[in-house]
C-alpha cells in the first residue's frame, strides 16, 4: 500500500488545524490574544475557577504546556491564582476582568474563522464534518 498525504486523514487533519490556527490568530491578535492561550480561555469562560489539573485533563494537553501557558495568561492579565478554601494545596484558576470582557468579541472571532472556514460546504455538509470529527477524536480518545 502507498501512503499518500493526500489521502492521510492524519496529514489533512494536521493541514487544516495549522490553517485554522492562522486564521484564528490574524483574527484575534488586535484583542491581545494567542491561539495557545485560546483553549484554556474558552474552558474558563464555561467553568472559572477550574484547577490546573482539571484544565490538562480538558484540554488533553500536558501537564507543562499548560504550566507555561497559565505563566503567560497571568503574566498577560488574563487569570489570576487563588488557593482552594477547601484544600490549601489546589490553586484555583479564576478569570481576570479584562479576561471576561474578551469574551463576546473572542467567542465572535472565532465564530467567524469557523464559518469563514466552512462556507465552501453547506450547512448539512459542514455539520456532517463537525459530526465526524468528533467521531474521530473520541476514537483516538479511547485508544491512547
Do not use: C
Not at 20 to 26: I, V, W
Not at 39 to 44: C, F, K, Q, R, T
Not at 55 to 64: K, P, S, T, Y
Amino acid at each position: 500500500m502507498t501512503f499518500s498525504k493526500d489521502d492521510s486523514a492524519g496529514y489533512l487533519a494536521n493541514h487544516m488545524a495549522r490553517l485554522f490556527e492562522r486564521g484564528l490568530a490574524a483574527r484575534i491578535r488586535p484583542l491581545g490574544l494567542t491561539t495557545g492561550t485560546f483553549p484554556a480561555l474558552l474552558e474558563l469562560w464555561d467553568h472559572d475557577g477550574l484547577t490546573q489539573k482539571e484544565l490538562v485533563e480538558r484540554l488533553d494537553i500536558e501537564q507543562a504546556t499548560m504550566a507555561n501557558t497559565l505563566s503567560r495568561m497571568e503574566r498577560d492579565g488574563l487569570i489570576r491564582r487563588e488557593r482552594d478554601l477547601e484544600d490549601g494545596r489546589v490553586q484555583r484558576i479564576r478569570l481576570t476582568e479584562r479576561a471576561r470582557a474578551l469574551r463576546a468579541p473572542a467567542v465572535a472571532a472565532a465564530t467567524a474563522e469557523n464559518e469563514d472556514a466552512l462556507s465552501g460546504l453547506s450547512a448539512e455538509e459542514g455539520a456532517q464534518f463537525v459530526g465526524l470529527m468528533r467521531k474521530v477524536i473520541e476514537t483516538r480518545r479511547q485508544r491512547s
